[in-house]
């Protein structure tokens, strides 16, 4: 898998998480640890994506 191709596959997941995000944000049963979990998985990709682009 080239590098390009696993940072898109990386930005589809960011996006997939955005949207759990924003699904639990209208839910009254979502619970702070999901939203939390949500973040911190997005944030880890976000990481990884800028790493990968940075070539580091």
């Known amino acids: 898998m080239s590098i ?3 940072i898109n ?3 589809d997941r960011h996006r997939s998480l955005e949207t759990r995000l924003h699904d639990l944000s209208v839910s009254p049963s979502a619970t702070d640890s ?5 973040k911190q998985r997005k944030l880890r990709l976000k990481d990884e ?3 990968l682009q940075s070539g580091s």
Do not use: F, N
Not at 34 to 38: A, F, L, T
């Open 4 to 6: 390009e191709s696993h």
């Open 34 to 38: 999901e939203v939390k979990s949500i």
């Open 49 to 51: 994506i800028s790493r």
């Open 9 to 11: 596959q990386l930005e």
